[in-house]
């Protein structure tokens, strides 16, 4: 934790912490997690799956329940643009291939 002063109000002050958990993408069970999920995208004529570098990864919701599970996966679902803003766009099209992938590997695991 930092504590950084923003003299913008006398006698106040910012305090920063980290909060959520860092997903190592590269423990053999986090591998294995993602190449199962891989698989279903293969199996389903998509492409082979692998993890973005974690200077490209957002927040998940996962992250902050990761230290208390093995391994785990996020951004399953649709594909799109402008995450988070007003410019937020979703592609239609991409939500019967994630809705499949999930249902698949949901059915396998």
Known sequence: ?????????AGSALQE???VSYI???????????EAYSRVSRD???PALESAPSADR????????SQYVR???DGLGACGSGAHSENETLEVSSLPIATK???????RN
């Not at 957002?58 to 329940?65: E, I, N, R, T």
């Not at 992938?101 to 059915?107: D, E, H, S, V």
């Open 1 to 9: 934790m930092s504590l950084v002063s923003t003299g913008a109000l």
């Open 17 to 19: 912490q980290d909060i």
């Open 24 to 34: 190592d993408s590269r423990n053999a069970e986090q591998i294995a997690l993602l």
């Open 44 to 46: 389903l004529d998509g």
């Open 58 to 65: 957002g927040g998940a919701d996962v992250s902050y329940v």
């Open 71 to 73: 391994a785990s996966l």
């Open 101 to 107: 992938r999930a249902a698949m590997f949901m059915a």
